[in-house]
């Protein structure tokens, strides 16, 4: 039944059928985004704290969805998160204090930082 319970909750959060709607097997492939990303999202919540039994979109409305600025140069991808009260939860989670290798961007790696621009991010 706790299966079937987080199943129905993805369903209703990753709700794929714009994406996969000319695919003769939409519901297997459906069904296997929406396995992949309820996973990915279960690992990020393991490491933020107080988020271990959150559902979907709760995870994404506190950190994910959270407004950034992205800055790319010649050897990395820099994220930089503006301040927000789930801030502080990410900087405990530890995901900010190393720089990523992520394989499929040709030696690019990923930096995740709070941002030091003006208060007003419009304004940059």
Known sequence: MLIENALSDAVRFFHMNA??????LKVDLDMTLLVVASGLYRLLAERMRGYGDAQARQIFRDIVAMPATITLTEKEVEVSFHRRSHLPIILASGMMDRLVAVPWWNGHK????TYNGPADPSTA
């Open 19 to 24: 994406l996969s709607s000319a695919v003769g």
């Open 110 to 113: 990923l930096r995740l930082t």
